[in-house]
């Protein structure tokens, strides 16, 4: 599956977001996957943020982020989001979508998934 993350830009702090991931999925339909949001700010690591089950059923969230951001999928229409609340200055990283197999209580580490979209950048200003 192909993915293609959108939807970042600059904002101010306070306001909300909603990235996007769209997937061109051949072979396996986008909805055979757990989808998974990553995001690395500049000079840090690679960090897992949120994950969602084929269906939709089932999330998972990093504990940093648990209350500010929402993870949701629309398999009809092959995309997948991410909602950022009260966007944070600490929130500025590039973000990326990933698709995988895992169940959403293991899907919180990178090599637990086989595809990746190319990112999109977030900027809060204070």
């Known amino acids: 599956v192909q993915l293609q993350a959108s939807g970042g830009g600059l904002v101010q702090a306070g306001d909300s977001l909603r990235l996007s991931c769209a997937a061109s999925?051949?072979?396996?339909?986008?909805?055979?996957?757990?989808i998974g949001w990553f995001r690395q700010a500049p000079g840090k690591e690679r960090e897992f943020v949120a994950t969602i089950s084929w269906s939709g059923s089932e999330t998972n969230y990093a504990d940093s982020v648990k209350g500010r951001f929402t993870i949701s999928r629309d398999n009809a229409k092959n995309t997948a989001y991410l909602r950022i609340n009260t966007l944070k200055p600490e929130d500025t990283a590039v973000y990326y979508c990933a698709a995988g197999y895992y169940a959403v209580t293991l899907a919180t580490t990178q090599r637990r998934y086989i595809s990746w979209g190319q990112g999109t950048l977030v900027t809060v200003s204070s």
């Open positions: 999925a051949s072979g396996h339909t986008f909805s055979s996957y757990t």
